[in-house]
């Protein structure tokens, strides 16, 4: 699934080629990817003008003059890909939009067709599914307002990390990828984290998405950005898919256990649990 990073990258080569272009047509060819809230509005998209591209945790908005955007989640396998016409459209292309005095249709692929569509407005999106209910921005951050998000949490930090309403952006491969950069056990309760580890933890988030961004997102199976090309940061993960390599940092034997049914990856050396009452 594209997380922050990859999310991150596809909206940076969005804005750097629609913004400012005026929308002439869009073509469901899929009716199942769009969300029912505001699908009305889908009928006054020609005409609109690209006015922002921006991200918020793994969403995607395109905010439009005339006071609409569209928000698009790629959920497991969506991509957002700037294409040629003539360029060949398989049977996953779900959704195309066409600009004025543009050779490329921005298309919406999803094999799994897990991902969705809304078209809502814009002065209200902060406040209407899927965005209400998101937690902060990673990036945006400072350490005091990250610190307290861990007052009272009892959920152990790989399930914190991965809950969209505590911090917006993260899943799996990040998660894992935070929870080894920082050197804590991802079944660890978030109350029982002292104040240098949650430093240190809030140290690593920054350093590990910086760092993927950056390398422009992990590609592991279908992640593209909008011009189709694949990310490099899936060359530095340190513990994320490597059951039984050895870690980086000691040698051990990378271990996989289950937490909340997804797969989770870290050094039980490097990453050993806190046997500390979480008072
Ligand atoms: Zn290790």
């Known amino acids: 699934m594209p997380e922050l990073p990859e999310v991150e990258t596809i909206v940076r080569g969005l804005r750097r080629r629609i913004i400012g272009r005026t929308i002439s047509s869009c073509r469901v060819i899929e ?9 009305h509005n889908l009928e006054k998209l020609t005409g609109c003008k690209v006015t922002a591209v921006e991200r918020r945790g793994k969403l995607i908005l395109v905010h439009l003059s005339g006071g609409l955007s569209l928000v698009f ?128 933890l809030w140290q690593a988030m920054r350093t590990v998405l910086h760092e993927a961004i950056k390398k422009k997102g992990s590609s592991l199976r ?26 980086p940092g000691c040698g051990t034997h990378i271990q996989r256990i289950r937490i909340g049914g997804r797969s989770s990856f870290f050094c039980p050396q490097c990453q050993r649990r806190i046997s500390r009452s979480s008072s």
């Not at 009716?31 to 699908?39: A, D, F, H, S, V």
């Open 73 to 200: 989640h790629l959920k497991m396998t969506g991509q957002m890909l700037l294409a040629l016409p003539q360029e060949p459209r398989d049977k996953h292309t779900h959704f195309l939009i066409n600009f004025r005095m543009m050779d490329a249709e921005l298309r919406f692929r999803d094999v799994r067709k897990f991902g969705f569509i809304c078209c809502l407005e814009t002065s209200k999106i902060f406040t209407e599914e899927p965005l209400k209910n998101l937690g902060p921005e990673p990036l945006d951050l400072e350490y005091g307002a990250f610190s307290e998000l861990f007052v009272g949490r009892k959920g152990r930090l790989k399930s914190l990390l991965l809950n969209q309403a505590f911090l917006a952006g993260i899943g799996n491969i990040y998660a894992d990828e935070i929870l080894f950069q920082a050197g804590l056990n991802p079944l660890s309760p978030g109350s029982s984290l002292s104040e240098k580890e949650i430093f240190r």
């Open 31 to 39: 009716t199942r990817i769009l969300r029912k809230t505001g699908i």
């Open 222 to 247: 279908d992640y593209r950005d909008a011009e189709g090309r694949k990310g490099n940061f899936q060359h530095l993960h340190k513990v994320y898919g490597r059951e039984s390599l050895p870690c």
